[in-house]
């Protein structure tokens, strides 16, 4: 992402920059589409589900990946060709874009250190790590690096961004909290029954705010539509809910969390953001994405308390009176790495 302002030491450039004008071989990219071609034959004569697939047209595009992948390596070469390179720190290593220079580092031997900007990364299970040190901000991802996901504990280095760290605030009294906080994701995506999870959601958080005298306030991922989200809460609610119901789409504020009664998300990273302000927030357990973890892996380090039907929602006012966020908790969640100790990883140093 372009950064429109930066340190006096930080000096941007764009990727295309590096691009060449005949950017790929041509005979590398005839020769990676036959074999894909002769790939594809064998998925979709093995496997019943890769052929329907392949039918409705999944597959089509692949040739031009290829290619464009081909394009992406051979601009980040040029990168290398041109810059003194002495480490990488690459802050997403699912993206292709961002993961090649991982993989051409390592080829020439130069330090990597890779961090991720959610609460946890389930694609570590399901991807070749490549980066010498993955930064965990906190103990409880740190645990879920090594203990699910089977990275090597010398490879994970507790470090969280320091000019950023959140810092908790006494919680004001609850009476003065009043917002019930529903954090939205763009589930479509994976994809989750949307409409399923706000008609259990909504009506029931209304119920609360109505005892309670609350309003209720749906968060929005940046991913999402505010006038799709709010379309779909009008068919959802009644009127006199509607009239209860916020729509909040932008991003998350200091302001927001001092206000929030609790919170409620599936297995969103809010979950941890709101642990650090000492705001309570609960997990969907039902509507988790499968093989994934977060939920379990947040209460188990007490970022989050999980519920495991739409009814708990009823009786979470009287959850709220004896669960509570200790500075311990936060330690585990948060812990700044020092300018120090990052300097001493991308020189090469792993102590």
């Known amino acids: 992402g372009r950064l429109f302002e930066t340190a006096s030491n930080v000096t941007e450039a764009t990727l295309a920059s590096y691009m060449l004008s005949d950017s790929f071989s041509s005979q590398e990219a005839l020769d990676l589409v036959k074999e894909w071609g002769n790939l594809r034959k064998k998925l979709i004569d093995s496997v019943k589900e890769l052929a329907v697939a392949d039918k409705i047209g999944v597959f089509n595009r692949y040739p031009v990946f290829l290619k464009h992948g081909l394009c992406i390596r051979d601009a980040w070469q040029q990168v290398f060709e041109r810059e003194n390179i002495t480490a990488v720190l690459c802050g997403d290593e699912n993206n292709h874009t961002t993961r090649i220079p991982l993989i051409l580092a390592k080829n020439r031997e130069i330090p990597t250190v890779c961090c991720h900007h959610g609460a946890l990364n389930v694609n570590l299970l399901i991807r070749e790590p490549h980066s010498d040190v993955y930064l965990a901000k906190g103990e409880m991802e740190r645990d879920y690096m090594v203990r699910v996901c089977g990275l090597s504990s010398a490879k994970v280095v507790v470090g969280a961004p320091n000019q950023v760290t959140p810092k908790a605030k006494p919680r004001p009294e609850s009476s003065h909290s009043s917002l ?29 705010a109505l005892r309670t005298g609350r309003r209720v306030a749906v968060k929005l991922h940046p991913f999402e539509s505010q006038r799709e989200r709010g379309k779909l809460i009008n068919t959802i609610l009644s009127e006199k809910e509607r009239g209860l119901v916020e729509i909040v789409d932008s991003p998350i504020s200091a302001d927001l969390l001092a206000r929030t009664f609790f919170g409620i998300t599936v ?79 991308l020189s090469g140093d792993l102590r």
């Open 180 to 208: 019930i906080v529903f954090f939205s994701e763009p589930y479509e995506l994976y994809p989750g029954r949307t409409k399923e999870l706000y008609g259990e959601l909504l009506p029931r958080l209304c119920a609360v």
């Open 267 to 345: 297995e969103s990273s809010v979950a941890i953001e709101c642990a650090l302000q000492n705001v309570p927030c609960f997990l969907c357990k039902w509507y988790e994405k499968p093989c994934v973890g977060y939920v379990d892996q947040y209460a188990k380090f007490g970022a989050g308390y999980v519920i495991d039907s739409p009814d708990d929602i009823d009786r979470i006012p009287d959850f709220l009176r004896i669960h509570r966020i200790t500075p311990d908790i936060r330690r585990k969640l948060w812990e700044p790495i020092t300018a120090m100790k990052l300097d001493h990883l």
